[in-house]
Nanobody, 123 residues
Framework: QVQLVESGGGLVQPGGSLRLSCAASGSTFSRYGLGWFRQAPGKEREFVAAVTTSGDVTHYADSLKGRFTISRDNAKNTVYLQMNSLKPEDTAVYYC????????????????WGQGTQVTVSS
């Protein structure tokens, strides 16, 4: 099993940036693909980005390409989400997820989840 703890959320103005972190513990971090999802009020949880075990391959939601960047540091057991040019519609709770299987964009296919961190984009 793996435990995930997100941090780095907060209030940011439109056009600003935030970097989310997700620290993992409890199992061999490098065995897991890692992903970020988000859920806005009244909406379903949606895929944001994912990275494979080695960090060589990344996947993004089409609408977020160019603004968001996922990366991982296996030495620190941490995955990051750099978010730039933030918009009010990016407001959501952001969740980190891990799974030992193939990368998929469907939340139900991911085995482990963090508790989420709130990101609010507002002036």
């Amino acid at each position: 099993q793996v435990q995930l703890v997100e941090s780095g959320g907060g209030l940011v103005q439109p056009g600003g940036s935030l970097r989310l972190s997700c620290a993992a513990s409890g199992s061999t971090f490098s065995r897991y693909g890692l992903g970020w999802f988000r859920q806005a009020p009244g909406k379903e949880r949606e895929f944001v980005a994912a990275v494979t075990t080695s960090g060589d391959v990344t996947h993004y939601a089409d609408s977020l390409k160019g603004r968001f960047t996922i990366s991982r540091d296996n030495a620190k057991n941490t995955v990051y989400l750099q978010m730039n040019s933030l918009k009010p519609e990016d407001t959501a709770v952001y969740y980190c997820a891990a799974d030992s299987g193939a990368i998929r964009t469907t939340p139900v296919t991911w085995a482990y989840w963090g508790q989420g961190t709130q990101v609010t984009v507002s002036s």
